[in-house]
């Protein structure tokens, strides 16, 4: 689980930032979401936020396993089709021509 910040204190660090975002699932009562923060081609922050299984109380961890059956395809095709300054994509080469 994620580092508390005192309250009222500003989040200095990239870890505290991104504990201070997902502050409301700690409570373990409600679903929550894996986070991951690259950079430079490696992880440099892995969190686990609120609850896995409502029934079992089970939390959230960097390790935990997720069955997103086909739901990156939309997230994928949102990626390539980003309006310009993101990234540029040539609508008629497809998806192989927007991976450069």
Known sequence: MGLAVPAGAEPRTRAEQVDAIFARYERGEQP???V???ERG???LTRGYGVADLERGAPITRDSVFDIASASKQITAAVVY???G???ADR???V???TT
Do not use: E, N, S
């Open 32 to 34: 929550g979401c894996a």
């Open 36 to 38: 991951g923060v690259g």
């Open 42 to 44: 490696r992880a440099v």
């Open 82 to 84: 980003l309006p310009d």
């Open 86 to 88: 993101f990234r540029r």
């Open 92 to 94: 008629r080469a497809g």
């Open 96 to 98: 192989r021509g927007a």
